[in-house]
Structures are given as structure tokens and as C-alpha cells.
């Protein structure tokens, strides 16, 4: 799943921006957040009316490399940027393509991206640490440091900071946007995560 997780990757990504990024690569790491936290929010919008069961799972693990080759041109073309639900679903090729397939385009379309959700959601909780970034103790050690740093050094290694703490926040603002798994969605998720994980 290249796409989803190409975004989940840049945000983690934001959290380890370098002292020497300076005011624009922060202000692009800020953007960058808030772009993440409002896809989040329509993602969730997006899929809200539906759950998915086994049957939906394996259709998206069937039918996945064909829906990755029907818009590999528009991917390649847009790279970086966010999938746009409702584009795909105006889209004539994808609807095209899902009529030959004997499939509901648009379910078919929300709960695949359920499943994404709920893939995203996971993987934060499972790689997060539970610790909050503790900006003040963090700049108070810096603060001890100063006397023996360049003044330059010194203020990019606070920026750096104080860009991965607002990182940090917004990858959590946008978490709680993303939809909470049923009990039997949670269930099915684990029984075929190597096989979602492992989807190109």
C-alpha cells in the first residue's frame, strides 16, 4: 500500500526534521501537518457509513494490483500528494474498471479505504511510545548546553525542537480524527495484516 503508507512515512518523517531545515523547512513541516490532519478528517468522513467483513478483505487483497494499475499513470503524476476519494470516483477509467470486476465502485472504494484507516490507525498506536514529546525538558537541557554551543547552532537545534514537538501534535490531532475499528474489524485486521502490509 505504497500510497497509504507513503503519508503515514512523512509524517513520522516530520518528527525527525533536521537542526539545519531552517524557518521554511519548518514552515512546510507545519503545512505539511495540517494537510495530513485534514485528509485524516476526510477520510473518516469518507468512510463512515460503512464497515467491512472477511469478504471485503479478500477482495481487496485480490483486486488490488488491478487497482493500483488503473490509475498508475495518475499516481506517478501526483506523487506526494494525498488521495482524492471523490476524483476516483468520477474517474471513467475506475468506474470502468469496477464494472468489469462485477463490483459496487464507490463501497468497494470506501471500504478499501477503511481497511487503510484502520491499517493507519494500528501501526501508530503499535509504533507509538505512549510518551508525550516533553518540549519544555527537552529545552531546558538545551538551555544548560548554550554556553557551550555556537548561538546559530543553538537556535537551529531549538527550532528543530520546537518543529518535531508541533510534528508530534499534529500526527496525534490528526490520529483521533481516523475511525476506531469494530471488534470484528479489529479481529480481521490482524488475522490479514502480513498480507495488507506486504501489498505494493
Partial sequence: M??????????FMLCSVSPAAGQSGQDDIYESGR?????????????????????????????????????EEEAEEDEGEYIDFNSILNDATYRSWA??????????LKKTM?????????????NSSGEQFDIKAQLAELEEMRAQMDEEAYQQMKQA??????????LDNSYKHLPVPTDSEKML????????MNLE
Wanted: glycine fraction near 6%.
Fill in 2 to 11: 505504497k500510497k497509504i503508507w507513503f503519508v503515514l512515512l512523512s509524517v
Fill in 114 to 126: 477503511r481497511i487503510m484507516a484502520m491499517l493507519m490507525r494500528t501501526s501508530i498506536e503499535a
Fill in 161 to 170: 525542537m520546537e518543529a518535531g514537538a508541533a510534528a508530534m501534535q499534529g
Fill in 35 to 71: 494537510q495530513f490532519e485534514q485528509w485524516a478528517i476526510s477520510l473518516a468522513e469518507f468512510v463512515k457509513d460503512v464497515r467491512f467483513n472477511e469478504e471485503d478483505v479478500q477482495s481487496l487483497l485480490s483486486l488490488w494490483d488491478d487497482f493500483t494499475a488503473v490509475g
Fill in 99 to 108: 464494472k468489469s470486476k462485477g463490483i459496487d465502485g464507490e463501497m468497494w
Fill in 189 to 196: 485486521l490482524a488475522k490479514y495484516n502480513d498480507q495488507l
